[in-house]
């Protein structure tokens, strides 16, 4: 567990100061301030002319629009006929062009909002601005609607504020179809009215650090007349994952009910991963937000995603419990991954950390294991979940053009899963995964020999055969706390630190 240095833990809870800025930077409202200052500029101009705005019907209002309109379009006709014919260019090799001008080889980080660069990397900086060719999209209507086509499905998309992904409910549900991952990077602020105290994060956050690393404060202006009382030392980190997941809820449209069942923010999304950034565990108020993000992970937006890869959960507890719930947005045989902090925002920059070390489980792969009706009610996944025996559970389909199987002397039934061989490598490898554990089958066996070997030692009157035959038809309950001890975790490598 990670701890920040020195004094107490910071109490969770949002800040005041950050929300009231939040909501005066909200495009939106910026957007209205300026078409008043506009409308105000032209109600000026009438007025110099002798016109009475007030007076003017929409009638004349309409013809005067038309007659600006018709003019700028001949004048567009004119200059195009007396610039002469233009070459023609193929549909295909536009397309091309299109794809080249609209796709970024890097991550387009919090598209439709206020980019924060405190948010990312110096290497990200570089990228950050003239990505893609956005000129295109004005071009034509026809650019316009096969461009955004090409942009919202060839590009990754970063977030790492929460109103930036509010913001995309603004973009239309046929643009939002077409993002299938996301990745959001929670970096947690820790804000404090002592200017004189720098606040450290132990070494403890990750094994990669060799000491201590002084981490960014914030120090926001308190109201007037505040009198005695302080906010003190406060974090902001996992209320603000709960407004990142509040954020991908179904947005509101006109006409909706309370009978309708609305899509998501983004109805094909798939696979997401999470960064969490100076996350720690077992800070005062952490029970509160477990129980806001149990609430939103489990019963506001389960069984949805296919894969989910989470870097910097703490280790203990907190990250446990938060890890868990996280899950539950998974699909039935969904893959989870849980590895190393990608990142430590210190004082002046976000910087990247190695690691390329993760564990891996398949969400509830034991399903169809499970013995009975009683069995699956009593399991976990469905006490907030209707259970109908005649209707198959949300379940991720299973994957094509693995290779063979190779026969196991542990007799366990297997899954396969497209796997990234590091944490941040868009390369992938096939690796079997238990059916019964969820775990990988290298891991698994090694579980067994481990055990295996241990009887050896403690039963001296017992058969090889027979000890490997006990060992193989163990009690799925008893066989999974034997994998367990063997499961280190990703970042302290202690046993029975994740998926306990």
């Not at 209002?61 to 193929?90: F, N, W, Y």
């Not at 039935?332 to 564990?359: A, E, H």
């Not at 241990?454 to 490997?468: F, K, T």
Request: glycine share 6%; aromatic share 8%.
């Amino acid at each position: 567990m990670a701890h920040i240095l020195p004094g107490d833990d910071p109490h969770e809870g949002r800040n005041p100061f950050e929300e009231a800025k939040e909501y005066y930077d909200h495009p939106l409202r910026a957007k209205n301030a300026k078409l008043m200052e506009e409308l105000a500029l032209l109600k000026q101009r009438l007025r110099s002319a002798g016109i009475d705005p007030a007076k003017m019907v929409k009638g004349e209002l309409r013809a005067t629009a038309t007659a600006l309109t018709t003019r700028r379009t001949s004048q567009r006709v004119k200059e195009k006929t007396s610039s002469g014919d233009l070459p023609h260019i193929p549909t295909e090799l536009v397309l091309q062009i299109l794809k080249y001008a609209l796709t970024s080889e890097h991550p387009i980080a919090d598209p439709l909002g206020k980019l924060q660069k405190d948010n990312l990397t110096a290497q990200e900086k570089k990228f950050a601005k003239n990505q893609i060719a956005y000129g295109f999209l004005s071009t034509s209507r026809l650019y316009n609607q096969e461009g955004k086509k090409i942009f919202w499905s060839r590009n990754s998309f970063m977030f790492t504020t929460v109103a930036a992904l509010r913001n995309f409910a603004s973009l239309a549900i046929d643009d939002r179809r077409l993002i299938q991952s996301l990745n959001l990077r929670v970096i947690a602020k820790y804000y404090d009215e002592d200017k004189t105290t720098t606040r450290y994060m132990s070494r403890n956050y990750s094994h990669v650090l060799g000491k201590k690393t002084a981490i960014k404060v914030y120090h926001p202006p308190a109201p007037q007349d505040f009198g005695v009382i302080k906010h003190g030392f406060q974090a902001f980190s996992w209320l603000q994952l709960v407004d990142f997941l509040r954020a991908l809820q179904p947005p509101y449209a006109p006409g909706d009910t309370i009978e309708k069942r609305r899509p998501k923010l983004l109805p094909n999304l798939i696979n997401m991963r999470i960064d969490l950034v100076n996350f720690q565990g077992g800070l005062p108020g952490t029970g509160d937000a477990m129980g806001q993000l149990h609430a939103e992970a489990h019963h506001n937006q389960p069984y949805f995603l296919h894969e989910l890869m989470i870097t910097g959960l703490p280790c203990g507890p907190i990250g446990n419990e938060a890890g868990g719930n996280l899950m539950s947005m998974l699909k039935f045989d969904g893959l989870f991954l849980d590895g190393l902090p990608s990142y430590i925002q210190d004082k002046k920059n976000l910087v990247s950390i190695d690691g390329p070390r993760m564990n891996e489980k398949v969400f509830r792969s034991n399903f169809a294991t499970l013995r009975s009706d009683a069995d699956i009610l009593q399991d976990h996944a469905y006490h907030h979940t209707v259970y109908l025996p005649n209707r198959p559970p949300p379940t991720v389909p299973a994957m094509s053009g693995h290779p063979t199987s190779s026969e196991h002397t542990s007799g366990r039934e297997v899954i396969w899963k497209h796997v990234p061989i590091s944490r941040d490598s868009s390369e992938r490898q096939w690796v079997e995964f238990d059916r019964g554990t969820g775990l990988r089958m290298s891991v698994v066996e090694q579980a067994m020999v481990a055990y295996y070997l241990d009887m050896m030692e403690a039963e001296d009157d017992l058969e090889l055969d027979d000890m490997w035959s006990d060992v193989v038809n163990m009690d799925e309950d008893e066989f999974g706390l034997v994998v367990a001890e063997a499961l280190g975790c990703a970042k302290c490598h202690k046993p029975t630190c994740r998926f306990d």
